[in-house]
């Protein structure tokens, strides 16, 4: 069973459009929400962070909005460019996990179309 | 230069055989992971180590078994390999102390078993 949810499976998107992946979680535990960006043939890499005491952060054009009530986190990519085109994945921890173990969605692979 | 290396990175195998998956940092993380990753299930905790001769099993570890015996290497092995065992398979490391400290990813191994 998936601890954290992750949706779509897959989109496509032009060239300086919105891509939007959402993630929803249960454990009310979790206080870090990673996202990581693999492109083919290489290991993920940290792209941004959240913690639950803010509700939004950007860098760049890349946008993490969090609804603690809610148990929702999306990714917001602005601008998008064929270069984003990549797979993301939500994740999350919890402080009580001293091995900081990470829960990961299932994954969402962006195309982004010239 | 330093970081996370994993070998092979490509390998062919036969059900019943061993193989061994070999991850090397260069940081000296404490804490090492290992993942595999299939297309729906994102990527799934395999095992975990603290230090050296400090290991814990995560998600899926069932048919693979791991050892650190040096801070700087964390090998998975594969005792009988079976097709259900095919996979990307990532090695992650990340520094001691929880801090949102974020895990490092090598580049992966894709391991397929005929």
């Known amino acids: 069973q998936q601890q954290v949810k992750q949706s779509p499976q897959s989109l496509i998107v032009q060239k300086g459009g919105i891509s939007i992946i959402n993630c929803a979680y249960e454990n009310t535990a979790f206080d870090y929400f990673p996202w990581y960006q693999q492109f083919p043939g290489k290991g993920p890499a940290l792209l941004i962070a959240i913690r639950p005491d803010v509700s939004e952060k950007k860098e760049g054009r890349f946008t993490i909005s969090f609804n603690k009530s809610a148990k929702q986190f999306s990714l917001h990519i602005m601008d998008s460019q064929p270069g984003d085109s990549a797979t993301y994945f939500c994740?999350?921890?919890?402080?009580?996990?001293?091995?900081?173990?990470?829960?990961f969605g299932a994954g969402t692979q962006v195309v982004v179309t010239p | 230069d330093a970081g996370i290396t994993q070998s092979p990175r490509y390998k062919i195998t036969e059900t019943g055989r061993q193989v061994t998956l070999m991850c090397h940092q260069t940081w000296s993380h404490s804490y090492m992971f290992w993942y595999r990753q299939d297309l729906g299930h994102g990527l799934r905790l395999i095992y975990y180590?603290?230090?050296?001769?400090?290991?814990d099993k995560g998600e899926v570890p069932d048919g693979y078994v791991v050892s650190r015996s040096k801070t700087e290497n964390f090998p998975l092995t594969l005792e009988s390999a079976t097709r259900s065992q095919t996979s990307v398979y990532f090695c992650?490391?990340?520094?001691?102390?929880?801090?949102?400290?974020?895990?490092?990813f090598g580049d992966g191994t894709r391991l397929s078993i005929l």
């Open positions: 992650a490391s990340r520094p001691q102390g929880f801090d949102y400290q974020p895990q490092h």
């Open positions: 994740a999350a921890s919890s402080r009580q996990d001293s091995w900081g173990k990470l829960q």
């Open positions: 180590s603290a230090a050296a001769d400090i290991t």
